[in-house]
């Protein structure tokens, strides 16, 4: 019988990594505040005819519901996994551009040290996983 050969490319199927994280009452307003924007990208994109917008919209709803469970028990950690740490970034990225071009609000030199603070939170070397 021959040996069996093993082939040294990669099965193609990337293991989720999930990350643990709990966030303060402040952050996770500051979080569902930087959801709006891109809620509004999402409605103007809806009829766009991009194959990834499905898998980024439905990553994006299950982060929004995370993030309305964990107001409802604040400081309790919560999984996220590499697209939802993806998603999480870019929302805070955008709002604080949107804060820093836009918003003439008192409180937006606080706001915008939330989001970075909250960023230095998140996990950097995270690369998403199309499933």
Request: aromatic share 6%; with cysteine; charged share 20%.
């Amino acid at each position: 019988m021959k040996p069996r050969r093993t082939s040294s490319k990669p099965s193609g199927k990337q293991h989720t990594v999930l990350h643990s994280i709990a966030f303060t009452v402040e952050a996770l307003t500051i979080l569902q505040a930087s959801f709006v924007t891109l809620d509004v990208m999402f409605s103007v994109n809806a009829n766009s005819s991009n194959p990834q917008l499905p898998f980024a919209l439905d990553t994006f709803m299950r982060v929004r519901q995370k993030i309305a469970d964990m107001l409802l028990a604040p400081g309790v950690a919560i999984s996220f996994d590499s697209n939802e740490v993806v998603i999480l970034r870019v929302s805070l990225q955008i709002y604080g551009i949107e804060l820093t071009c836009t918003n003439t609000a008192s409180d937006r030199v606080y706001r915008l040290k939330l989001c970075e603070q909250i960023l230095c939170l998140l996990p950097l070397d995270v690369p998403p996983i199309n499933d």
